[in-house]
């Protein structure tokens, strides 16, 4: 029997938070022995909007170490770099000639990072089409998206399907999954908005230290109406704290009415689940050059099925090998 090939992606603009941990690292984790997966760090990714090299460069050796830390098992689901395999740039070009203007041009994201500025590179125009041959290179099957990158996932497959039907069986059509939690981490500052990597101070970085952690939490915007309860609409920011306690610990709150001790019981579960993660992560860092190791070892291992695909595309192409 053959398992389900996956890839999560990872955009290494920032430190990895909570919702990360909980909507897309677990659910790789927790799979990592039925699925055939990759983590893959999409550096190239992170130069489409105005960057500091710098910290490209720190976030993706920090991710990576994060993802050690958070038990990603190199041997069974290889850490990689983008950067590191040059077939992602190579089949990217392949299937911008295959891609049409306007179907770039409409992508929501494109349209909205790319409102109002003055320069805006050519790459977040064609970023989705690097993010389809991140995907088509590996033959990928399953790939877990949350909803902001629904549209770019659909244009891989319009890619691949199109591709295939004019040039001939080369890509497998990935599927989008949903995470098997419903864990979809809100801003303990905005409820409303998903938790994300650069906005706001309602973010729980995975490396915050205790104190911060539970400042972000007690902090947390709730509502007048003194009851906890799951009502996503009238009461968000209770809904959110009821929702990561669950999903740290599988279990409900202790007492419907007190917003302080919700907070101190969610406080404990965020604390219970990083604790063992900082831990991990201060030995993964304090050896850096162990951690490029295996980033190099994902790529090697890897890359033969890239450049198999690569290879597969351009024959496809028309061009002279
Ligand atoms: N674009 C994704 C994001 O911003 C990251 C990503 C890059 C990705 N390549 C991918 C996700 C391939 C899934 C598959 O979060």
Same mark, same amino acid.
């Given at each position: 029997?053959?398992?389900t090939?996956?890839l999560t992606?990872?955009?290494?603009?920032?430190?990895?938070?909570?919702g990360?941990?909980?909507?897309?690292?677990?659910?790789?984790?927790?799979?990592q022995a039925?699925?055939?997966?990759?983590?893959l760090?999409?550096?190239?990714h992170?130069?489409?909007?105005?960057?500091?090299?710098?910290?490209?460069?720190?976030h993706?050796?920090?991710?990576?170490?994060?993802?050690?830390?958070?038990?990603?098992?190199p041997?069974r689901?290889?850490?990689?770099?983008?950067?590191?395999v040059?077939e992602?740039t190579?089949l990217h070009?392949?299937?911008?000639c295959v891609?049409?203007f306007?179907?770039?041009a409409?992508?929501?994201q494109f349209?909205?990072k790319s409102a109002?500025?003055?320069?805006v590179?050519?790459?977040?125009?064609?970023?989705p089409?690097?993010?389809?041959?991140?995907?088509l290179?590996?033959d990928?099957?399953q790939?877990?998206?949350?909803?902001d990158?629904?549209?770019h996932?659909?244009?891989a497959r319009?890619?691949?399907t199109?591709f295939?039907?004019?040039y001939g069986?080369t890509f497998?059509v990935?599927?989008?999954?949903?995470?098997?939690?419903?864990?979809?981490?809100?801003?303990?500052?905005?409820?409303?908005?998903?938790?994300?990597?650069?906005q706001?101070?309602?973010?729980?970085g995975?490396?915050?230290?205790p104190?911060t952690?539970?400042?972000?939490i007690a902090?947390?915007?709730t509502d007048?109406?003194?009851?906890?309860?799951r009502d996503?609409e009238?009461?968000?920011?209770?809904?959110n704290?009821?929702?990561?306690?669950?999903e740290?610990?599988?279990?409900?709150?202790?007492?419907?009415y007190s917003?302080?001790?919700l907070?101190?019981e $969610?406080a404990?579960?965020?604390? /219970?689940?990083? @604790?063992?993660? +900082?831990? =991990?992560? %201060?030995?993964?860092?304090a #050896?850096?050059?162990?951690?490029r190791?295996?980033?190099?070892?994902?790529a $090697?291992?890897?890359?033969?099925r /890239?450049?198999? @695909?690569?290879? +597969?595309? =351009?024959a %496809?192409?028309?061009?002279? #090998?």
């Open positions: 029997m053959t398992t090939r996956r992606g990872f955009k290494p603009t920032g430190h990895l938070h909570l990360n941990l909980l909507g897309a690292l677990r659910p790789l984790i927790a799979a039925a699925t055939e997966s990759i983590a760090i999409a550096d190239l992170a130069l489409t909007l105005e960057h500091d090299p710098e910290r490209v460069r720190a993706t050796l920090e991710q990576a170490t994060v993802m050690l830390a958070a038990g990603v098992d041997e689901t290889p850490i990689v770099v983008q950067s590191h040059p992602h190579g070009y392949l299937l911008e891609t049409g306007g179907e770039a409409r992508m929501i349209k909205e109002g500025r003055g320069h590179r050519l790459s977040l125009l064609t970023y089409v690097l993010m389809a041959a991140d995907i290179l590996y990928i099957q790939v877990p998206v949350g909803e990158q629904n549209q996932l659909e244009l319009t890619i691949a199109r295939n039907g004019r069986e497998t990935p599927e989008g999954v949903r995470p098997d939690s419903a864990a979809r981490v809100m801003d303990l500052a905005d409820p409303t908005a998903k938790m994300g990597k650069s706001g101070t309602g973010q729980i995975l490396l915050d230290p104190q952690v539970r400042r972000t902090r947390a915007v007048e109406l003194a009851v906890v309860r996503r009238r009461q968000p920011g209770v809904t704290l009821i929702d990561i306690l669950a740290c610990t599988g279990r409900e709150p202790s007492d419907p917003y302080g001790a907070k101190r $969610a404990d579960a965020v604390e /219970a689940l990083l @604790t063992p993660i +900082r831990k =991990r992560h %201060a030995e993964f860092a #050896d850096p050059a162990h951690v190791k295996i980033l190099a070892d994902g $090697a291992r890897i890359r033969p /890239a450049q198999a @695909t690569v290879r +597969r595309t =351009r %496809a192409l028309g061009l002279l #090998d």
